[in-house]
């Protein structure tokens, strides 16, 4: 989809080679507060003499024009500000980006990837726009589906892809191949294939390990495994992982950052690996992943 260059943390004024012009504009459109912040947003875009972009959703949040739906955004502008949580963040992330940079505000609950508080909102836009911000690239994962007497459908993922079970369904049988050799079979609940963006997410959850956003590793994590033994497994980011049901089991779903579902059959077969479009997200330059971690985690906090 686009490059395959190492992950790194750089400069936005390093990699820019035209003014920002075109800005994009997403927001949780069941908040109140991001509403009203998505107002004060397109009249300070409005003093910079800067076109607003919103998108189709948001655009009647706002009462104002927009056409745009939200996976073709980043391909329009030269900046994506969302004002949301980490699942608003996300529905921007699944078409292509092509290198443009998203400001994520934090107007939901944990937001590890919207990490910026709202009163940060335009200081950061200024950031950004003259240059001084910092942004760190982060991959996505190649979903592809395979189905008997279909077209292959093809998604990216930011954070991860999870194959699980409904709750009355029993326990799956899965195979897992990298590289064309067998891995393993497993019985489980249900399988993470994470991004290490995502490894804060389900996979966090599932006991699955936090890894540095950019490590060049996918990892796949066992949900509830039969047996014990079942570890997560950290592969090399240039992997190609492949899932199959070793038996048919009802409703049995693929999802893909929690916001896209397809269910699943035994002849059906799930390949991931490597995105070449990565995305980028615009950071603050003097508070660390860690300082992110003991904030968003509670890390080193005594309890009362």
């Known amino acids: 989809l686009c490059s395959s260059a190492p992950s790194q943390r750089v400069e936005w004024a390093a990699m820019a080679d035209t003014t920002m012009r075109r800005v994009g504009v997403v927001l949780k459109t069941t908040s109140a507060e991001a509403t009203e912040l998505g107002k004060r947003l397109l009249d300070e875009l409005a003093e910079l ?14 009462e104002v024009n927009g056409e745009v739906d939200r996976e073709e955004l980043p391909n329009q502008v030269d900046l994506v ?20 940079p998203i400001l994520g505000i934090n107007m939901g609950t944990l937001g590890f990837l919207t990490e910026h508080p709202a ?4 200081p950061m836009l200024h950031a950004t726009l003259e240059g001084r911000a910092t942004t760190v690239r982060r ?17 990216c993922v930011l954070n991860d892809a999870v194959i699980n ?16 050799a ?9 399988m993470i294939i994470a991004t290490p963006t995502g490894s804060t997410a389900y ?20 949900i509830c495994p039969h ?55 615009i950071t603050d330059r003097d508070r660390s992943y860690f300082q992110v971690l003991h904030r968003k985690l509670k890390w080193g906090e005594r309890g009362g």
């Open 81 to 100: 500000v969302v004002l949301g949580g980490d699942g608003t963040l996300l529905s921007v992330t699944r078409g292509a980006i092509n290198g443009t």
């Open 119 to 122: 009163e940060s909102l335009i």
């Open 49 to 62: 003499d800067l076109e607003a972009v919103v998108e189709r959703e948001s655009a009647a949040a706002l």
């Open 165 to 180: 079970k409904s709750a009355l369904a029993r326990m799956l049988d899965l195979s897992v191949h990298v590289n064309g």
């Open 139 to 155: 991959e996505r994962l190649l979903v592809n589906v395979e189905k008997p007497g279909s077209e292959p459908s093809t998604h």
């Open 182 to 190: 067998l891995v393993s079979r497993f019985r489980a609940d249900g």
């Open 227 to 281: 047996t014990l033994t079942n570890r997560p497994l950290v592969l090399s980011l240039d992997s190609k992982v492949e899932l199959r049901l070793e038996k048919q089991s009802e409703e049995v779903w693929l999802t893909l950052d929690g916001q896209q579902g397809f269910p699943l059959s035994i002849e059906d077969v799930v390949r991931i690996e490597r995105c070449t479009d990565p995305v980028f997200l």
């Open 203 to 222: 996979n966090l959850s599932a006991g699955g390990p936090i890894l540095y956003p950019n490590l060049g590793v996918i990892v796949v994590t066992p």
